[in-house]
């Protein structure tokens, strides 16, 4: 069962192609007959160490121009990236292989410590390719999807008509369940009319959403009048916000709840069609002179040319039970993505207490950027832009803190749910005899 947990958050970490509390908006359907590639001919051909030397130049120059958290990883880790390019264009220069290339790229981006910034594994190109396919024309992420039509991109990523067809029959997210009798959403009763408990271990919309709705259902009809909800996500590695903003919270809130998210990124020719949306400011002292700001957030975001805000609105459904009582959410470090934007939501909005540690964060904002390298045909993904909320934190920076803090180690535990330190601290808060 831990393999499968852990696939699962790598899954959600690495594909997350609805990173998105933004003021977009996307198609809900995925038009894979509409797709018509002709054949590509083109045909491999030998890669020099120069042309590897002059990929890793073209993903730091891009970088250089548009990745928003240099100086968030200076302040946080100790480590100043861009002064290490002599070093790592010798690193890279020792590649032996595409293959070889791939990793070592991948280990150097990953001194940035950001999961939403890497270079894109081959098995998940076409997986890229038919989720940005389906946004509209105008939507600047409908862009990304041209990148995968590119000869070297389609080369690499073997994009053609037969595998995008193979697609449309095969669910690639199920391979990473061995276990047949796997529940995403589960349920029990801590206290019998008291607390009631709902573990989500995935946001993977499409994978178990039609299983998790009929589980939720179900129980929600049977503990609406409990006093107290736990909603447990601890180890959720993310995967869609619809999951929450659509489906899990609608059911079960009482009234709207709302916040305000502020994103902002660098001018450039990547960022076009962004900055032509409507909304979109470049005045960033404007934004400056209408909250208050730390003077390290001021010295952070002075940097940027662009911001944009989006205020996400979450509204009880037809069929919602209209839960009346009070909400526990709880967190970890393993907590980011979709499911960092559950727990900033709950925080800033005081839906629900949060207990447990300081979440994983890099759940804000809108979808990372695409772009492909001229030689190898690779596709880097990297984090755009930067976000603080309502209450003035920068997500990259702070992540989620938790109400109550409570340090356990979710992974590795092998006791009851009762017997656990921060099922103990929500009892306690209740003040249960």
């Not at 990124?265 to 209408?290: A, E, M």
Request: proline content about 2%; hydrophobic content about 35%.
């Amino acid at each position: 069962m831990k393999k499968v947990k852990y696939l699962i958050m790598i899954s959600a970490i690495a594909l997350t192609f609805w990173y998105v509390i933004s003021i977009f908006n996307s198609n809900d359907s995925i038009d894979i007959d509409s797709i018509k590639l002709n054949d590509n001919r083109i045909e491999d051909s030998k890669i020099s160490t120069q042309n590897y030397i002059e990929d890793f130049n073209f993903v730091y120059n891009t970088l250089k121009t548009y990745y928003p958290f240099f100086k968030i990883n200076e302040k946080k880790n100790g480590f100043d990236w861009l002064s290490n390019r002599k070093k790592y264009e010798k690193y890279i220069s020792e590649s032996i292989s595409d293959e070889d290339f791939f990793n070592r790229m991948n280990d150097v981006l990953s001194d940035l410590n950001n999961s939403h910034t890497n270079l894109i594994p081959q098995s998940n190109g076409i997986f890229m390719y038919i989720i940005y396919r389906n946004f509209s024309y105008s939507d600047w992420r409908y862009d990304i999807s041209k990148i995968y039509e590119k000869d070297k991109v389609r080369s690499r990523y073997k994009i053609n008509q037969d595998n995008i067809n193979k697609f449309n029959n095969v669910n690639y997210n199920k391979k990473l369940l061995n276990d047949p009798n796997y529940q995403n959403l589960t349920t029990d009763i801590l206290i019998k009319d008291k607390i009631a408990y709902i573990k989500i271990n995935s946001l993977l919309r499409e994978l178990f959403i039609n299983n998790d709705k009929e589980i939720l259902r179900n129980f929600l009809d049977k503990i609406k009048s409990y006093p107290y909800l736990i909603v447990d996500i601890r180890g959720n590695g993310g995967g869609d916000t619809r999951y929450w903003q659509d489906f899990l919270l609608p059911q079960i809130i009482d009234k709207d709840y709302e916040t305000t998210v502020h994103s902002f990124f660098k001018g450039g020719k990547l960022n076009r069609k962004i900055i032509n949306q409507k909304g979109v400011s470049k005045d960033i002292n404007k934004y400056l002179s209408k909250v208050e700001c730390e003077d390290e957030v001021k010295s952070i975001i002075k940097d940027f040319n662009y911001y944009a805000s989006s205020t996400i609105n979450i509204s009880p459904s037809k069929d919602s039970i209209r839960y009346k009582g009070d909400i526990y959410l709880l967190v970890d470090d393993d907590v980011c993505s979709s499911s960092e934007s559950l727990a900033s939501f709950c925080k800033e909005t005081k839906l629900a207490k949060l207990v447990g540690s300081i979440t994983g964060g890099e759940g804000l904002g809108f979808d990372p950027m695409q772009i492909n390298l001229p030689n190898t045909g690779y596709v880097l993904r990297f984090a755009n832009n930067l976000t603080i909320t309502e209450s003035g934190s920068i997500n990259e920076l702070d992540k989620t803190v938790p109400d109550i803090k409570v340090e356990t180690d979710y992974t590795y535990t092998s006791k009851r749910l009762i017997d656990q330190d921060i099922i103990k601290a929500v009892i306690k808060d209740t003040n249960i005899e």
